[in-house]
């Protein structure tokens, strides 16, 4: 008997495939089913993963209400900048004010120069009288005035939540 070569084509359409059929349906119902895990991966990483949603949200900032020492330590006629807490200490005869040091402007830092006897933005050309009032510049208004008080033990204690009037002083 003579032996006859099976033919070697298929008759089925899913004879000879890997295990499913790669039409245009199965390519978007795999590419829809890879998306949503990937996004709901995303989503729970960011929910359990590093500084997610277990980890609390604040902002670690000094407080705005803090002790710049006594009066007598500021001199008569004088202006201390202190940079870490953005303000300056303006002393003139008895009368204390804490004026920031944000330009009104930018937000530039000012400073303040002694010859002049002024404050002055170097970044804009911003100027403040030795009182905060903006008289040359771009400066839409006057440097803002902080309060400032005595506490129980005598010492300064500056308030940079509030702002007050330019009139504002202490009396020491």
Not at 7 to 35: C, M, Q
Not at 72 to 89: D, G, H, M, P, Q
Not at 111 to 131: M, V
Request: hydrophobic share 40%.
């Amino acid at each position: 008997m003579e032996t006859k070569e099976e033919d070697k084509s298929f008759t089925s359409e899913t004879e000879g495939r890997i295990w499913f059929n790669f039409s245009r349906r199965n390519f978007l119902t795999l590419a829809g089913w890879g998306l949503f895990f990937a996004t709901m991966g995303a989503y729970l990483a960011e929910l359990f993963g590093y500084k997610g949603f277990f980890y609390p949200k604040v902002l670690f900032e000094p407080s705005p209400k803090f002790t710049v020492g006594e009066p007598k330590s500021f001199s008569e006629n004088s202006v201390t900048t202190l940079r870490a807490r953005k303000i300056f200490v303006v002393r003139d005869g008895n009368s204390i004010k804490a004026i920031s040091v944000v330009c009104q402007h930018l937000g530039c830092a000012v400073e303040f120069s002694k010859e002049k006897d002024i404050f002055e933005c170097p970044c804009h050309g911003s100027k403040y009288y030795r009182n905060g009032v903006n008289f040359a510049g771009p400066a839409p208004r006057p440097l803002n005035h902080f309060e400032i008080f005595l506490d129980d033990s005598g010492k300064l204690v500056v308030d940079t939540s509030k702002v007050v009037p330019l009139e504002s002083e202490l009396i020491v």
